[in-house]
């Protein structure tokens, strides 16, 4: 402890304007400091997004080298024990990068740390050898951690097995995010105003898109959903928030698809809030996911949203959102899509409508401020 406050550990590998980084945030800006303190491992060498914020709020951002490589086992494995060793004061251990959680997380715990937790935040892994040897890793971390969290039932099905999920021992916690600034203000539709005149979508309908360019977004097919909406909506445009590793391969498929005027990549964007209330709805066609935020932030800013079935129905809690199997081809996406916006025409702004799937989404767990308290008194539990 420090000054009689708890100290949480967050283990993430860089602290990156992401879902799960962007959820971790919420909560530090939303726990009582004087309860509970957060201080950050990562693996990246350089500044990431959210550091300096971090800092400012008097935590503190530890890099660890090396990073994991599989070859480097010995020499991951020293430095996590120098480094526990130097670090009396971590009560709790809260991993989130579950593909290497069986190593640090025991680690941890023979340094004296009171309490581990595993928090498994998707429910899939990436294709081919890589996804193989994360699956490999974790195959027994239920094992190597004291607490269970997951955002979804899928991700703690998908990280600690159904049979640990279906005992009660994984402790759900939905991805909860600051609802009230995704709310329509005077505020998030001037700034709507101002993106919408930036990007040239004045007299558009804008479908939105917001996440990393990785392939569990599955922006490609996205690509083709749009191209077939384009057919029945000319004035269509793609809004397209977001970096990643995929960028460059999403714009050539773009222009091989002949849409690349009417698809806009805004890059990496800190006010999110603004960029919603800039579309008329999202589509969501992911291949995984755990629980995504996009989704909840969506809801909250009263936007229709297409997703795939692949995403856990846990977060369709509003009418203004429907599951659609990424079975079906991109033309059955885009029929669906324009429908689910027209079913909802007579709803989608008014005060009353806005109001319900608000409360809605409070009630299923979704505000990070109800979450914050919940936190600080499983966290208190945990150290007793």
């Known amino acids: 402890m420090i000054d009689n406050k708890i100290v949480v550990l967050q283990v993430i590998g860089e602290m990156v304007m992401g879902g799960a980084e962007s959820r971790i945030m919420d909560l530090l800006r939303s726990l009582d400091p004087e309860k509970v303190h957060y201080d950050f491992l990562?693996?990246?060498?350089k500044e990431q997004h959210y550091d300096r914020e971090i800092e400012a709020r008097?935590?503190?951002?530890?890099?660890?080298?090396?990073?994991?490589?599989?070859?480097?086992?010995?020499?991951?494995?020293?430095?996590?024990?120098?480094?526990?060793?130097?670090?009396?004061?971590?009560?709790?251990?809260?991993?989130?990068?579950?593909?290497?959680?069986?190593?640090?997380?025991?680690?941890?715990?023979?340094h004296g740390v009171k309490c581990t937790i595993a928090h498994a935040r998707s429910a899939g892994v990436d294709p081919g050898l890589k996804g193989k040897l994360t699956k490999w890793l974790r195959r027994d971390l239920y094992k190597k951690t004291d607490v269970c969290f997951a955002c979804s039932k899928e991700a703690a099905i998908s990280v600690f097995g159904r049979q640990k999920y279906e005992k009660g021992e994984v402790r759900i916690l939905p991805n909860a995010v600051e609802l009230g600034q995704f709310q329509a203000s005077e505020k998030?539709?001037?700034?709507?105003?101002?993106?919408?005149?930036?990007?040239?979508?004045?007299?558009?309908?804008v479908i939105g898109h917001i996440g990393r360019f990785h392939y569990a977004k599955n922006h490609v097919f996205l690509l083709e959903v749009f191209?077939?909406?384009l057919k029945k909506k000319k004035e269509a445009k793609l809004l397209l928030v977001g970096d990643g590793d995929t960028m460059p391969e999403v714009k050539e498929?773009?222009?091989?698809?002949?849409?690349?005027?009417?698809?806009?990549?805004?890059?990496?964007?800190?006010?999110?809030?603004?960029?919603?209330?800039?579309?008329?709805?999202?589509?969501?066609?992911?291949?995984?996911?755990?629980?995504?935020?996009?989704?909840?932030?969506?809801?909250?800013?009263?936007?229709?949203?297409?997703?795939?079935?692949?995403?856990t129905d846990q977060v369709a809690v509003t009418p203004l959102v429907e599951s659609y199997s990424l079975q079906r081809s991109a033309a059955d996406w885009a029929a669906e899509a324009l429908h689910?916006?027209?079913?909802?025409?007579?709803?989608?702004?008014?005060?009353?409508?806005?109001?319900?799937c608000y409360k809605v989404l409070c009630e299923k767990g979704f505000d990070v401020t109800a979450q914050a308290r919940q936190l600080e008194r499983i966290y208190a539990k945990m150290v007793i």
């Open 188 to 205: 998030n539709t001037a700034a709507a105003d101002r993106i919408r005149e930036e990007y040239h979508l004045q007299d558009s309908f």
């Open 253 to 311: 498929k773009a222009a091989q698809l002949g849409i690349a005027e009417q698809v806009v990549f805004t890059g990496m964007k800190k006010e999110t809030a603004f960029f919603y209330h800039a579309m008329d709805m999202v589509i969501f066609p992911s291949h995984y996911e755990g629980l995504p935020g996009t989704v909840v932030e969506a809801q909250a800013a009263g936007l229709p949203v297409l997703m795939s079935d692949s995403v």
């Open 42 to 45: 990562v693996f990246n060498p």
């Open 58 to 110: 008097g935590s503190k951002v530890y890099r660890l080298q090396p990073r994991f490589k599989i070859y480097n086992y010995f020499s991951f494995c020293k430095a996590l024990n120098a480094f526990f060793a130097e670090h009396p004061e971590i009560d709790i251990v809260q991993g989130h990068m579950t593909s290497t959680a069986a190593i640090y997380l025991p680690i941890a715990k023979k």
């Open 227 to 229: 191209q077939e909406i």
């Open 340 to 356: 689910l916006y027209e079913q909802l025409q007579e709803q989608l702004g008014t005060e009353a409508f806005q109001k319900e």
